[in-house]
């Protein structure tokens, strides 16, 4: 079973509108956190959010935030007044075993979603 | 305010050759780690390593080695490149997870081919 799951292989949205990006995941630890990572036509990945399992808010950078729903194992992207630059793929991932001795085993990914912001 | 540094950032081999992907980073941190990217997926790793001597194998090992003399660099080495190793190389590294959010910093990626 997928680990973390991207429903949305690629969106549409218009400039200015709010866009929500699905990340469901699943584990069976009770520590772990959860990013999302943005990778544009250039190639790098850039690290855009963090929400941690323990964490009692939800997570927010700017204009983006985290819909951390712990009960659903779901960890949605939201960015707000979304921009041109906006344009990209964007990758939920997960790493477990925090606080535990573990998570040295990596991050594991979703398989993206590609995001097209239209004027 | 170097972050990772991957070089080269494109290489093209031969099936069979060998060559070794460079990593380092300037940040002290302790856990660094080696991704690949191919089309329609996410990343996936590769090996990893948590300190200057402590390496370990990721969900795709073979086919790769790694070593981890200093703590910053990590060199990712193809033994005999096959066309199956065609992908995007990515290196990671950040605090060790247990710090919390740990956040992983990516160099710039490697695109390789193998033909």
């Known amino acids: 079973a997928q680990k973390i799951t991207q429903t949305q292989p690629g969106m549409f949205v218009q400039e200015k509108e709010a866009v929500t990006l699905d990340c469901t995941y699943d584990?069976?630890?009770?520590?772990?956190?959860l990013f999302w990572y943005k990778q544009p036509s250039s190639g790098e990945m850039i690290f855009l959010i963090y929400?941690?399992?323990?964490?009692?808010q939800n997570a927010t950078e700017g204009r983006y935030s985290l819909n951390f729903q712990k009960a659903r194992k779901s960890a949605n992207l939201v960015i707000s007044a979304s921009q041109l630059g906006d344009s990209a793929m964007y990758f939920c991932?997960?790493?477990?075993?925090?606080?535990?001795?573990?998570?040295?085993?990596?991050?594991?990914f979703g398989k993206g979603t590609h995001l097209i912001i239209q004027p | 305010n170097a972050g990772v540094t991957q070089t080269p950032k494109f290489q093209v081999l031969k099936t069979g050759q060998s060559m070794t992907l460079q990593c380092a980073q300037d940040?002290?941190?302790?856990?660094m780690s080696w991704y690949r990217q191919d089309p329609g997926m996410g990343l996936r790793l590769i090996h990893y390593?948590?300190?200057?001597?402590?390496?370990d194998q990721g969900e795709v090992p073979n086919g790769y080695n790694v070593s981890r003399s200093t703590t910053e660099d990590f060199p990712l080495r193809l033994l005999s490149a096959a066309p199956s190793q065609t992908s995007v190389y990515f290196c990671?590294?950040?605090?060790?997870?247990?710090?919390?959010?740990?956040?992983?910093?990516f160099g710039q990626g490697t695109r390789l081919t193998v033909v």
């Open positions: 990671a590294s950040s605090y060790l997870p247990d710090r919390g959010d740990g956040e992983a910093f």
């Open positions: 991932a997960m790493r477990e075993g925090l606080y535990s001795g573990g998570g040295a085993d990596g991050l594991t």
């Open positions: 929400q941690g399992s323990y964490d009692q």
């Open positions: 940040m002290n941190h302790e856990y």
């Open positions: 390593s948590v300190g200057a001597g402590i390496t």
């Open positions: 584990t069976s630890d009770p520590s772990y956190g």
